[in-house]
Nanobody
Framework: QVQLVESGGGLVQAGGSLRLSCAAS????????MGWFRQALGTEREFAGA????????YYADSVKGRFTISRDNAKNTVYLRMSSLKPEDTAVYCC??????????????????????WGQGTQVTVSS
């Protein structure tokens, strides 16, 4: 199992930028992809984007496409979520999770929360208007 720890959240004004980190430890070699999800107060957790651990290819939800960028540093076992042009509706707890068997990335279920595991505790992002 892989353990994940997010960091980098905080308070930012609308239009600003923020970079979140997701540090992985444990069985990272068995991880096919990493996903970023977010959950606003009173709503269900939703998919934001994902990255293939091996190729670095990315996939984004329409709501963040063009504003969010996911990258990874294999040497540091860390995945990043760069968020720009932030809006108040981006306010949420952001979590990362791993796709341990590739069923998300290679099974056409990249945005399916059910294929992910090893959830981190999340980091709060608040965007003020």
């Amino acid at each position: 199992q892989v353990q994940l720890v997010e960091s980098g959240g905080g308070l930012v004004q609308a239009g600003g930028s923020l970079r979140l980190s997701c540090a992985a430890s444990g069985r990272t070699s068995s991880t096919y992809s990493m996903g970023w999800f977010r959950q606003a107060l009173g709503t269900e957790r939703e998919f934001a984007g994902a990255i293939s651990w091996s190729s670095g290819s990315t996939y984004y939800a329409d709501s963040v496409k063009g504003r969010f960028t996911i990258s990874r540093d294999n040497a540091k076992n860390t995945v990043y979520l760069r968020m720009s042009s932030l809006k108040p509706e981006d306010t949420a707890v952001y979590c990362c999770a791993s796709d341990p068997d590739g069923s998300g990335w290679y099974g056409g279920r990249i945005s399916d929360i059910k294929v992910y595991g090893g959830w981190g505790q999340g980091t709060q992002v608040t965007v003020s208007s």
